[in-house]
């Protein structure tokens, strides 16, 4: 994998760094809206590297932690049902319902299974009549074009042992109540390179010409991140506000047409609670009306339980961009990766467990 | 796997393997063909290595209360008479070798797992290190300090165990550890850290800086040892934790994992 070196190389990216320390002249908050560009930045220090005025404020972008306690413990539910196998991707499983974890179900006999593609799920269902299987859909653009194409398969197959429990989001709407929110103070976005080579980047013209904040398409690399952040500080210095894509290799201004074109088959928008945030208008997925007997919410008769999450967790202020891990009380005390009282902990692409993970020497 | 293991556990104290115990828990109904197989690689391995099997034991249990089989062994050396190896003797200024590639046996391991199967020519490197550790001993003597087999929880796991037993700290070098190309992309594709992935058939070595050129290329000199490199030193900078400077010059900490890694969403 070439781009790994090429991607990293380090007299390119003392050069971008230095670009960075001559353009800046004053203090900017620039948001990485993806978990994955806030590991990238923490685990190779770029943070320290920047200039003490540029403030990296880290966005909500990490699919698992924004998934609400009411779909973990719905989850949590169906797995301890008779003939029901919950199937889900591995960082979903740490993460607490008000009461457990999947993780903590499964060793307590509940069918828990670890899955690297929806796709996986449609084969075990084909292979096991016997048994209902469950895929919980957590995921953002990125993930949705597999999911749907598990429910399109499910449907060619003729399978009734095979549902989603979705809890898919969608990124614009959470920039647009980010950037209507008065208390985030965010200057400039990196987009997230990832969705937007699903969707393309036409959506957010309209957010960054309203909001007056340059949006820049950035990869998750080293190279990437220096150069969104380059892009970003420059527009920033020049009072522009424009949609600049860094990550050209990858996004088209259209995205990939194929696969929006099964997520337009499959879901249809929704309202969507996120944890920690609250209910956004129109930023989620779910199964449209032909796909519905996929749903898992409509296939299993489930209680309304009231769903509980942790005072002392400030995981929503977080993932707005309001605060940082260390601002919490209860960072690296009562929440750690093997106790986590939030999502932000236990993701791999969480703030808090990038934090955690690769701390800074001064912490 | 079984026996290599036990076997680099005793090189790993400094020890020449003499005697094994081996103790199997056979599951009802596994193929004699099978069973027939290991014991021949454990009798091959064994001869190959001057180790005799002195004592064992076998119990069969029901079909579906074992996974096919069980093997257990427990080994007795003979230390080296030069060798003075342990935590203790750790000292700043040490430097560290590592004697291959890391995470070339877990993603192997990880590429025929059901459900994640794809295509690589990684296999597993296990295989005994012993050769190379006596010859380190045989040379260097006391300047051998530590040798461990960073085997779960991977070369991170291991110098993190360092600096918090040592209460010294350890400096490590993103650019300099050695990950074979293959490893490092399906590591990346699951997003899992190569430095947490479990090895086989590698060893760590801490020793005294004066001998770690002439130590690095007695490693390189053995065909299993040809990627040794030195991938950071012992200092004490900050007591109990091991840094890590990036490839593009940042530094953070390494910390132990909780569990295994996950792959993650996306």
Not at chain 1, 37 to 46: A, E, K, P
Not at chain 1, 278 to 293: A, F
Request: net charge negative; charged share 20%.
């Amino acid at each position: 994998m070439k781009h790994l070196e090429e991607y990293r190389n380090a007299d390119i990216a003392a050069r971008y760094l230095d670009d960075i320390h001559k353009v800046v002249t004053r203090p900017w908050s620039i948001m990485e809206i993806c978990g994955g560009q806030t590991h990238s930045l923490v685990r190779n220090g770029i943070i320290e590297l920047l200039p003490q005025s540029i403030n990296m404020v880290h966005g909500p972008g990490c699919p698992v932690c924004v998934t609400p306690v009411a779909i973990i413990d719905k989850a949590i539910h169906l797995s301890r049902m008779s003939r029901v196998v919950l199937c889900s991707f591995g960082d979903m499983l740490r993460v607490p319902g008000t009461r457990e974890s999947l993780l903590s179900a499964k060793a307590a006999g509940a069918d828990v299974r670890l899955v690297y593609s929806p796709l996986d799920v449609v084969q075990l269902a084909k292979k096991s009549p016997g048994s209902k299987f469950v895929f919980l859909a957590a995921g953002f653009e990125t993930t949705a074009p597999a999911n749907a194409l598990a429910l399109i398969q499910a449907e060619k197959l003729g399978l009734d042992n095979f549902y989603v429990l979705s809890a898919q989001v969608l990124v614009p709407p959470a920039m647009e109540l980010l950037l209507s929110d008065a208390d985030t103070q965010v200057d400039g976005f990196l987009a997230a390179g990832h969705v937007c080579a699903i969707t393309g980047y036409m959506a957010y013209l309209p957010l960054a010409r309203q909001h007056q904040v340059p949006i820049v398409i950035t990869g998750f690399e080293v190279l990437d991140l220096l150069l969104g952040i380059l892009h970003c500080v420059r527009q920033l210095e020049h009072g522009e506000a424009e949609v600049a894509n860094q990550y050209a290799r990858v996004v088209k201004p259209n995205g990939n047409s194929q696969a929006r074109e099964w997520m337009a088959r499959v879901f249809e928008v929704s309202d969507r609670e996120w944890r920690g945030i609250g209910t956004i208008p129109q930023s989620g997925l779910e199964p449209s009306i032909k796909y519905r007997r996929f749903d898992a919410n409509f296939a299993f008769a489930m209680a309304n339980v009231p769903a509980e999450t942790s005072h002392s967790c400030i995981a929503g202020q977080i993932l707005k961009g309001m605060k940082k891990p260390g601002d919490c009380a209860s960072f690296r005390k009562e929440c750690t990766p093997l106790h986590p009282l939030g999502a932000p902990m236990v993701s791999s692409e969480g703030a808090c467990a990038a934090y955690f993970n690769y701390a800074k020497i001064s912490s | 796997m079984a026996i290599n293991g036990t076997l680099n556990d005793l090189a790993m104290c400094g020890a020449t393997p003499k005697y094994l115990s081996l103790a199997l828990i056979i599951e009802e109904g596994l193929k004699f063909d099978a069973l027939w197989k290991i014991l021949v690689s454990i009798s091959e391995i064994a001869r190959e290595n001057m180790v005799e099997v002195v004592t064992g034991d076998t119990k069969v249990v029901d079909r579906g209360k074992g996974d096919q089989l069980f093997i257990n062994t427990s080994g007795i050396g003979e230390l080296h008479a030069k060798a003075c190896i342990g935590i203790g003797h750790i000292q700043a200024g040490d430097h560290i070798l590592v004697s291959g590639q890391v995470a070339t046996h877990g993603m192997a391991i990880m590429s025929v797992r059901e459900g994640l199967e794809f295509e690589t020519s990684l296999c597993s490197d296990t295989c005994y290190v012993g050769d190379i550790t006596v010859r380190l001993i045989n040379s260097f003597g006391h300047k051998i300090h530590f040798l461990r087999d960073p085997t779960r929880g991977g070369l991170a796991t291991t110098l993190c165990e360092i600096a918090s037993k040592s209460l010294l700290s350890v400096r490590l070098e993103e650019a300099s550890i050695p990950v074979h190309p293959q490893a490092r992309s399906a590591c990346e594709m699951l997003g899992l850290d190569p430095l947490y992935v479990a090895n086989e058939g590698v060893f760590v070595a801490v020793v005294a800086p004066e001998v770690s050129a002439e130590a690095l290329e007695i490693i390189r000199s053995f065909k299993i040892g040809r990627d040794a490199a030195m991938v950071g030193m012992v200092t004490d900078e900050y007591p109990g934790k091991v840094v890590l400077r990036s490839g593009i010059g940042g530094k953070r900490i390494l910390p132990m994992l909780p569990g295994e890694q996950l792959p993650r969403i996306c």
